[in-house]
């Protein structure tokens, strides 16, 4: 790799970890092309990227970031997981980790707040921007439907009475 592609990688990942909101340090000894490929697609599937970088030109790309204090976990064989969602790249990455024990997370950052492994682990549990989106709509909509049920159960009540009525005067 010439002068050129390393300054131009640096740009990339530069402008990269300007875009994201969590990274995710891996180390990937030992896994294969077609488990790297697994992976990558199960990122793909999450919302985020998985990428193998060079320690040396990672550690200048992250100058003037907000990851900029990772740059200590960048030892041996890394790789980065990505992703803009806050817990998509580290739900990816523990998840194919608790399968696969060749996939170590070293450690991570989201924003500005350095996590350490068991805080990447933590933050996996959380549920995606998805899925709390999902919930507050179902809380928004469920006083609508309580509230079109309380206004048709007054209505309905009145319909039986009448009809008990009715039906105590014909049988009468």
Not at 11 to 28: C, D, H, M
Not at 80 to 100: G, L, M, R, Y
Not at 131 to 150: C, D, F, M, S, Y
Not at 152 to 166: N, S, T, W
């Amino acid at each position: 790799m010439n002068r050129e592609e390393k300054s131009e990688l640096v740009r990339s990942l530069n402008a990269l970890f300007n875009e994201v909101s969590l990274v995710v340090v891996t180390q990937y000894k030992g896994l294969t092309v077609e488990q790297m490929t697994t992976l990558r697609g199960q990122m793909r599937e999450a919302g985020a990227q998985f990428k193998v970088t060079k320690n040396r030109l990672t550690r200048l790309a992250l100058e003037g970031t907000e990851f900029e204090g990772t740059g200590d976990m960048f030892v041996g064989p890394t790789a980065i997981a990505t992703s803009t969602d806050p817990v998509a790249a580290a739900k990816a990455a523990v998840e194919f980790a608790k399968k696969n024990d060749k996939l170590v997370i070293v450690g991570g950052s989201l924003g500005k707040t350095v996590l350490d492994a068991n805080g990447v682990k933590a933050l996996a549990t959380m549920p995606s921007l998805d899925e709390l989106r999902a919930k507050l709509l179902g809380l928004l909509q469920a006083p609508a439907t309580k509230v079109a049920g309380v206004t048709q159960a007054p209505a309905g009540q009145l319909a039986r009475v009448f009809k008990a009525f009715a039906d105590t005067g014909a049988a009468a």
